[in-house]
């Protein structure tokens, strides 16, 4: 069983900067690929970025690639996402999530675990 607990959420302006975290509970957190996904409000959940179990591999949605930056600490048992240049769209709810199979996160988009959301909101 895995516990994953989102912290970082908050309101800021078009243009700036937040940094996301999530906080793994059990010993073998290294061997979870692990994702950040969203949802807008009025709209699905989507996926936003994963990385795997080493952090050797990262993956993004379209929308965010060459602003968003997801990076784990293996030794810390946490995962970031380190948000630049923000835009009103990108306002959402951002859930960490977790998985042993990487495809889980990239591909099928259905991990097992999840965390309970922070809420992100961007002003313009």
């Known amino acids: 069983q895995v516990q994953l607990v989102e912290s970082g959420g908050g309101l800021v302006q078009a243009g700036g900067p937040l940094r996301l975290s999530c906080a793994a509970s059990?010993?073998?957190?290294?061997?979870?690929?692990m994702g950040w996904f969203r949802q807008p409000p009025g709209k699905e959940r989507e996926f936003v970025a994963a990385?795997?179990?080493?952090?050797?591999?990262?993956d993004y949605a379209d929308s965010v690639k060459g602003r968003f930056t997801i990076s784990r600490d293996n030794a810390k048992n946490t995962v970031y996402l380190q948000m630049n240049s923000l835009k009103p769209e990108d306002t959402a709810i951002y859930y960490c999530?977790?998985?042993?199979?990487?495809?889980?996160?990239?591909?099928?988009?259905?991990?097992?675990?999840w965390g309970q959301g922070t809420q992100v909101t961007v002003s313009s």
């Open positions: 059990g010993r073998t957190f290294s061997s979870h690929a």
């Open positions: 990385i795997t179990g080493s952090g050797a591999a990262t």
């Open positions: 999530a977790a998985n042993t199979n990487y495809r889980a996160l990239v591909v099928t988009r259905d991990p097992r675990y």
